[in-house]
Every structure is written in structure tokens, then in C-alpha cells.
């Protein structure tokens, strides 16, 4: 009777915000707003729920209206990851077998926004409410305190963080050129600290500076690169020394961040973690 319930509601919640009578550009703006708490409400049922089912159910029956190219879904999608992350990730002392599987699901859904699209006016620079709170869950960063009594990483624990970095490497190797995205990537790193798996880093920050290089996204006069340029010296510094594939990854990340005049990255490309490697 629930499971009816609450397949009636997304239909509902779907068709008062997305009418499949109406084409994209005719949908009210009006409608989107007054369900706001609405979708808050149903994202948040939705995240209870999903774990007493099967991810493909959970798929198919209440996120796929949401998982659309429409914005008016974001809403429910986003107290969705959120509620997801913060319940079943940063509080379950174990986290449901469905949970990843559902968040890179809403990982696809951001990384195909129109936001996001190179060639777009101001591409990558995010606004609104929905799209940042989606993008702050999904690289695991959903709340600004710490929180001692939750299960991992809000605690301060991150030795777990490798689990998630599935979702982290997706997200930030497709959109981390996006200065928001970036932001909320070097906040989960400092936040990880030495813990945060120097290989993935590696090969996580070194795609988003590739597609830096190919978008018209700005990172000049930000504290962007002299940030990664710290995490860059924190991971060598507490995974001393480094095997020859780990400083190499490092290094270019290095030659990267001083092509965009960091003078910090040119300095530590001579420290001693450093010293005699090439980049190949």
C-alpha cells in the first residue's frame, strides 16, 4: 500500500511540475514554486524509502521523472542526494546496498546539465538553489559543521573515504573545471586531510585542469590553485616517499597550477618529494 502511495505521488509531483501536455519552454514557473517545500518533502520520502528497495525499482518507480533534462525535477533530485547522504552515508553505521548506485545516478543527471556545457554562456557557473545543493551532496560535503555523533567523515573520521570516491572521480573528472564544483571538491580534500587516497586525487584533480584548458572557465584571481597546490603538498608530505607513478601524477598537477601562475606549485615542484622526477 506504501510502495502505491508513493509511486502516485511522483506521478502526481512529476506532472504538476513537468505537464507532459505542455513543451519545456510553456512550463509554468509559477508551478515550480509553489511546490518547493513539496518537493523537499517528497525528496526526503523518497531517500527513507529507497533502501527497502531494489535500485532499479527505486530507478525506475521514483526517480526517473526527476532524472530528466528538466529543471523543474532538480528540487525532488536534490533532497533526494542530500537526505540520501546525510541518512544512509554520513549516519548509517552501514550504508544500504542501493545507496551508491542511486547517487551516481543523480551524478549523471548533473554532469549532462545544460550548465555544463562548454560551450554555453558562463558555462559552469552554477546558481540557483537545487543545482548547488545536489552537487555539495554528491561530492559529500552536505553540511558546513561537524557533527561528532554522525557514522563517518561529518565526524571528522574519514578513513572510509575511499568508498565514495567512485562518485567523486565521475563528478570531478567531468565538471570539476566548474568553479563551484572545485570548490566544493577542495573542500571535501581539506576536510579528508592525509586520508584522502593520494592516487585518486591525482587522477581526479588532473582531468579537471585538462578540461580547464578546453572551456572558457576563469580561475584567475582565485585562492582555486594555490588550495590544490596545498593538497598537492599535504598528500606528499603524509605519503613520504612517493612511489614513482604517485609523484608523477603529482607533478603534473604541479606544472598544471603553474601555467595558471601559481607560485606556490613552482616551489614544490623542487621540494624533496619531487626532486629528480620527470613527467612522462
Known amino acids: 500500500m506504501a510502495t502505491k502511495a508513493l509511486k502516485e505521488l511522483v506521478v502526481w509531483t512529476s506532472e504538476r511540475l513537468m505537464p507532459s501536455w505542455r513543451s519545456g519552454r510553456h512550463r509554468s514557473e509559477r508551478r515550480a514554486t509553489e511546490l518547493i517545500e513539496w518537493n523537499h518533502v517528497l525528496g526526503d520520502l523518497l531517500a527513507r524509502a529507497a533502501p527497502f528497495f531494489e535500485a532499479d525499482f527505486v530507478r525506475k518507480e521514483f526517480l526517473a521523472p526527476f532524472l530528466t533534462e528538466d529543471e ?5 533530485l536534490a533532497e533526494f542526494a542530500d537526505r540520501t547522504v546525510t541518512r544512509h552515508v554520513l549516519d548509517a553505521p552501514e550504508i544500504p546496498a542501493n545507496t551508491f548506485d542511486l547517487l551516481q545516478d543523480c551524478v549523471e543527471r548533473v554532469t549532462r546539465d545544460r550548465t555544463f556545457d562548454p560551450g554555453r554562456y558562463r558555462a559552469g557557473q552554477v546558481s540557483g538553489f537545487d543545482m548547488p545543493k545536489l552537487i555539495k551532496a554528491l561530492l559529500f560535503v552536505p553540511i558546513d559543521k561537524e557533527a561528532p555523533g554522525a557514522a563517518r567523515f561529518a565526524n571528522g573520521d574519514w578513513s572510509q573515504v575511499a568508498l565514495v570516491m567512485p562518485i567523486v572521480t ?4 567531468a ?3 566548474s568553479s563551484y564544483v572545485m570548490e566544493c571538491f577542495l573542500i571535501l580534500c581539506e576536510r579528508a586531510g592525509p586520508a ?3 592516487d585518486a586525487f591525482a587522477a581526479q584533480a588532473n582531468a579537471a585542469l585538462d578540461a580547464l584548458a578546453k572551456t572558457e572557465s576563469n580561475w584567475a584571481g582565485s585562492m582555486r590553485p594555490a588550495r590544490l597546490a596545498a593538497a598537492v603538498q599535504r598528500l606528499a608530505d603524509a605519503n613520504y616517499p612517493l612511489r614513482g ?3 608523477q601524477g603529482l607533478l603534473q598537477l604541479l606544472d598544471a597550477l603553474v601555467d595558471l601562475g601559481d607560485r606556490r606549485s613552482a616551489a614544490l615542484e623542487q621540494s624533496e618529494a619531487f626532486r629528480g622526477v620527470q613527467v612522462i
Open 72 to 76: 523543474e525535477g532538480l528540487g525532488v
Open 170 to 173: 565521475r563528478i570531478v573528472s
Open 175 to 177: 565538471i570539476g573545471w
Open 196 to 198: 584522502y587516497p593520494i
Open 245 to 247: 607513478d604517485q609523484a
